[in-house]
């Protein structure tokens, strides 16, 4: 059974940075396509980046495409998600998603395309 493991969240103010870490068991990561999600308050689970198994990256955000970085550490099983100059509303409950199937294309951003979820981890930030 896989199970992913988000953890590094906090509450931070704005402008500070963060990295959240997703670390896989049950199956190696390096054959999982991972991808972050996020949840603000009262709003749809979104899709932030993803990584697939040769570490291709994909963005969905336009408003995190300069500031977040997603990578993967194979060694260490985990994938993680760089946040730098942190705002407001990246207010939001970050879950790691993973799928062990090839994924191309609008599916990648899809939540409904993975099998795998972590528990998610509360990243706030204050103004």
């Known amino acids: 059974q896989v199970q992913l493991v988000e953890s590094g969240g906090g509450l931070v103010q704005a402008g500070d940075s963060l990295r959240l870490s997703c670390t896989a068991s049950?199956?190696?990561?390096?054959?999982?396509?991972v991808g972050w999600f996020r949840q603000p308050p009262g709003k749809e689970r979104e899709a932030v980046a993803v990584t697939t198994w040769s570490g291709v990256t994909t963005y969905f955000a336009d408003s995190v495409k300069d500031r977040f970085t997603i990578s993967r550490d194979n060694a260490k099983n985990t994938v993680y998600l760089q946040m730098n100059s942190l705002k407001p509303e990246d207010t939001a409950v970050y879950y790691c998603a993973g799928s062990p199937l090839l994924i191309s294309g609008q599916a990648m951003g899809d939540r409904r395309t993975y099998e795998y979820w972590g528990q998610g981890t509360q990243v706030t930030v204050s103004s």
């Open positions: 049950g199956r190696t990561i390096s054959r999982l396509f």
